[in-house]
């Protein structure tokens, strides 16, 4: 009445021996590697808000920044969260500010959301400013944002580091009154 029926042996496999793949369960695997097609693609590089960096942080790709920076920022695309405090520049295509930026903002598109608070200047090509959004400081708008900062570079490393060397137009001028 109450017999268990035993499990006929030809399903069964020995240890050791393989199964066919079309009756295994692991049959259909999903590949574990992760292929991206394009750079849009990619998954962001996360700071999360249990970390502090003290220094530049730079990528080619996306950063999500819910931590603390103390340092310059230098991607493709960013994205600082309600919990973000970065203290230094930011210099990316897309920036979209959440959290607490003081320092410079330079992006082609840049956003301040409602919760954001920016002290210091903005050069973009395009700007969007929240209701709500704190933003104190220069908002300048350039075809081209993160050209006029290589431009700047250029002049600044064309300049002499020596700061007391004269000047061509005071050549004939005493360095102190005194001599006269």
Do not use: W
Request: hydrophobic fraction near 30%.
């Amino acid at each position: 009445m109450f017999t268990k029926k035993l499990e006929s042996t030809a399903n069964l496999t020995k240890f050791g021996e393989k199964k066919s793949d079309s009756e295994s369960p692991f049959a259909e695997r999903p590949s574990t590697s992760v292929k991206s097609t394009s750079s849009s693609k990619m998954v962001p590089s996360i700071i999360g808000e249990d970390l502090s960096i003290t220094g530049n942080v730079r990528s080619k790709g996306e950063l999500q920044i819910d931590g603390e920076i103390q340092g310059d920022i230098n991607c493709g695309s960013l994205l600082l969260g309600e919990t973000s405090q970065v203290i230094g520049g930011l210099i990316a295509e897309d920036v979209v500010v959440r959290g607490r930026v003081v320092g410079s903002i330079r992006g082609l598109r840049v956003t301040l959301q409602s919760q954001a608070h920016v002290e210091g200047d903005i050069f973009h090509q395009s700007l969007a400013i929240e209701q709500g959004a704190y933003f104190e400081g220069k908002s300048r708008r350039s075809d081209d944002p993160m050209a006029d900062l290589k431009t700047e570079k250029s002049q600044n490393h064309s300049r002499s580091d020596r700061p007391f060397e004269s000047r061509s137009d005071d050549k004939d001028k005493p360095l102190n009154s005194a001599a006269e």
